[in-house]
Structure formats: C-alpha cells, structure tokens
Nanobody
Framework: QVQLVESGGGLVQAGDSLRLACAAS????????MGWFRQAPGKAREFAAA????????GYADSVKGRFTISRDNAKNMVYLKMNSLEPEDTAVYYC?????????????????????WGQGTQVTVSS
C-alpha cells in the first residue's frame, strides 16, 4: 500500500522560495500520476500542480504558473514542488496526492476527486 508523507513547509517572507517534498512508499508509485493541492484557512482545497507518471507532462493552476515547478524522481519515490516568489496568498496547507486507479497515465489531473491517496499535508506560511 502506498503512503505519502510531505515535508519542507515552513514560515518564509514574501519573495522567498521553498521546496516541498512528497515521499511515497510502495513499488507502484512510479506508475502513478501525482498532484499537489493546497488549502487555506476557511477555503476549499484547490489544485496547484500535477505531473504524469513519467514526468513528461505537467500542469499548473493559473495562480502559481511561472512561479511553481513540479517534478518527480521515480528512482527515489519522490515528488517535489519548488515554489519561487512566494506571496502571502500562497499561505496554506499543501497536500501531495496520488492517482492509483490507472497506471502509466499520460494525463495530469486538476480535480481532487481524481486522486485516490493523500498525504497529511505540510504548512506553508508566507509573511508580507
């Protein structure tokens, strides 16, 4: 059974950078599409970025496009979210998600209900 554990969150100032990491256990991780979502206090969970199983295709929310980069290292069972030029509006709990219902999927997904497994989240706080 695959489990996801996020790390790398913290308190930073506007304009700073952070790299979030998602460690996955389980042999089939490298066959799955993956995503990053975030949830700010009092708001619904929203899509941030996604990547196909082999990393050849990525997708981003308009709010993070050009500032965030998703990547993965299947040999290490890791997915990353590099966040540059952080803004106070980026403050949220960030969640890693895995889509295990279809292997070797060449699509990325922006809807939360497309994902089957979630991590516990990591807090990112950006001060102005």
């Amino acid at each position: 059974q695959v489990q996801l554990v996020e790390s790398g969150g913290g308190l930073v100032q506007a304009g700073d950078s952070l790299r979030l990491a998602c460690a996955a256990s389980g042999r089939t991780f490298s066959y799955w599409s993956m995503g990053w979502f975030r949830q700010a206090p009092g708001k619904a969970r929203e899509f941030a970025a996604a990547i196909t199983w082999n990393g050849t295709r990525t997708g981003y929310a308009d709010s993070v496009k050009g500032r965030f980069t998703i990547s993965r290292d299947n040999a290490k069972n890791m997915v990353y979210l590099k966040m540059n030029s952080l803004e106070p509006e980026d403050t949220a709990v960030y969640y890693c998600a895995a889509r295990g219902r279809r292997l070797f999927d060449n699509n990325w997904y922006a809807r939360a209900d497309e994902y089957d497994l979630w991590g516990q989240g990591t807090q990112v706080t950006v001060s102005s």
